[in-house]
């Protein structure tokens, strides 16, 4: 089962989409690079239509993103040529397809394709870390600190021992 907090989208025109899905092509190919790497949800685009259009077909990983070269060809079912950038998937999952609306570039999958993933057992989602959350507990704490501190050095100097251990 694949964990995730999210997942982006990548659009592929037919035939590729089948060919990815069904095999044997496990290299995509486009004109720019991409840093990301992790679990992308592969949609077939609106036209042409073919077998798997306007829908999501399967999960992958892009493992890598290079320049291509003629070594690429016969895994990415095309001819290599200058300023072609082979992203390499790894871990295809096939999926029954479903409709999703895909986009340009790498897109933010959407809340219901998440939730069609997840009851269907293929992904769990990970809540997000509440970042907001934990900044202001860490702020609590710290000024908290900071005040029994401030309280411990003023009953010293008072000429008062203080005997308990500082723990929040």
């Keep these: 089962m694949i964990i995730t907090t999210e997942l982006k989208g990548l659009s592929i025109r037919e035939p590729w989409a089948g060919y990815i899905r069904d095999g044997p092509k496990d290299i995509e190919t486009r004109t720019w690079h991409t840093n990301y790497r992790g679990w992308l949800l592969l949609c077939a685009s609106q036209k042409p239509k073919g077998k ?5 077909f399967a999960l ?4 890598d993103s290079r320049p291509m070269i003629k070594a690429d060809e016969p895994r990415a079912l095309v001819k290599a040529k200058q300023g072609l950038f082979s992203w390499v998937l790894s871990e295809i999952v096939p999926l029954n397809p479903f409709p999703v609306k895909g ?3 790498l897109f933010k ?3 219901a394709a998440l ?7 293929i992904i769990e989602i990970k809540p997000k870390p509440n970042l907001k959350a934990k900044m202001a507990q860490l702020s609590l704490k710290r000024s908290m600190l900071l005040q029994e501190r401030k309280r411990r050095i003023e009953a010293k100097y008072r000429g008062e021992v203080i005997n308990e251990t500082l723990t929040l």
Aim: net charge positive.
């Design 52 to 56: 798997y259009s306007s829908n999501a």
């Design 115 to 121: 939730n069609h993933l997840a009851d269907s057992n």
């Design 103 to 105: 986009a340009l570039s």
């Design 109 to 111: 999958v959407s809340r």
């Design 60 to 63: 992958a990983k892009i493992s």
